[in-house]
């Protein structure tokens, strides 16, 4: 299956009905300003499901929402799952999307990770077992809300990340010198300026605040690893592997930051 079938895995809010904004919980922190349950719109949702202050969320304390992505589930579960009807022209359905929705964004994350493993020519012992891992997930990603509610998620993406770790060793493999093994360190903080973690497992590592400027990250696999606060001024992460918007957004940057090009560079790196 080609890939170019997928649904689109990067967020449209113009056609998603802020299912981020109401769907989701989010606790006061540095990241949010109020704390707000699961199932309740945002105080600064409009009716018209745009947010009201979208241009100054950092200046008032929501950072937090200009991390995140849903890889284009929100749009999906709007348009696709329930066929364009809004939670507020249509109560009935407000239950079952905001239950239906972080399912689909896990099945799009896992669409994002399989379809990246699919254009790795030096995974190519893995391609059939990845394309039929992404024709049974994009097929899921079109099922009624009723079986989307009742998916064990949690057993596909293990299911998944058998393939996404076999992709991870064969690309890596292919890179010179000996690769470092960080799978799930505690990095916080840490000082690696200029280091060389090219082919690097850093999956699951949490780099928050870590310094890792000038670092040279190509082909390090960075799937899960948290790089809230991260410093990636002059860093390279061309052709790092199952690196996310959300993870860039999360970071800190500069124009000299090399990303891959199928990310967008965050507006708020200087």
Not at 10 to 16: M, R, V
Not at 191 to 213: F, K, M, S
């Amino acid at each position: 299956m080609s890939t170019t079938a997928l649904p689109v895995l990067q967020a449209d809010c113009s056609n998603c009905f802020a299912l981020c904004c109401a769907a989701l919980p989010f606790a006061k922190s540095t990241d949010f300003a109020v704390n707000k349950p699961a199932g309740t719109p945002c105080t600064n949702l409009r009716q018209d499901f745009r947010c009201g202050i979208h241009t100054a969320l950092r200046d008032k304390g929501f950072q937090g929402c200009t991390v995140f992505d849903c890889f284009g589930a929100g749009q999906q579960v709007s348009q696709v799952t329930f066929g364009g009807r809004d939670w507020r022209a249509h109560p009935d359905t407000k239950g079952p999307m905001f239950e239906v929705f972080p399912v689909m964004r896990q099945l799009h994350e896992l669409l994002f990770y399989v379809a990246e493993s699919l254009t790795r020519p030096e995974a190519a012992p893995a391609h059939p077992d990845l394309r039929r891992a992404l024709t049974r997930t994009e097929s899921l990603t079109r099922s009624d809300a009723a079986t989307l509610a009742a998916l064990d998620v949690g057993a596909l993406r293990q299911e998944i990340n058998v393939l996404l770790l076999r992709t991870s060793e064969l690309v890596r493999a292919t890179l010179p010198g000996r690769k470092k093994n960080h799978r799930g360190a505690d990095l916080m903080g840490a000082r690696l300026t200029g280091a060389d973690l090219r082919g690097a497992n850093l999956r699951g590592a949490y780099l928050i605040a870590a310094d890792l400027r000038r670092a040279d990250l190509r082909g390090a696999d960075l799937i899960g690893a948290d790089l809230r606060d991260t410093n990636l001024r002059d860093a390279d992460l061309r052709d790092a592997l199952f690196l996310t918007q959300p993870q860039l957004n999360a970071a800190q940057g500069n124009p000299a930051t090399h990303i891959p090009p199928t990310l967008t560079r965050p507006s708020h790196w200087t």
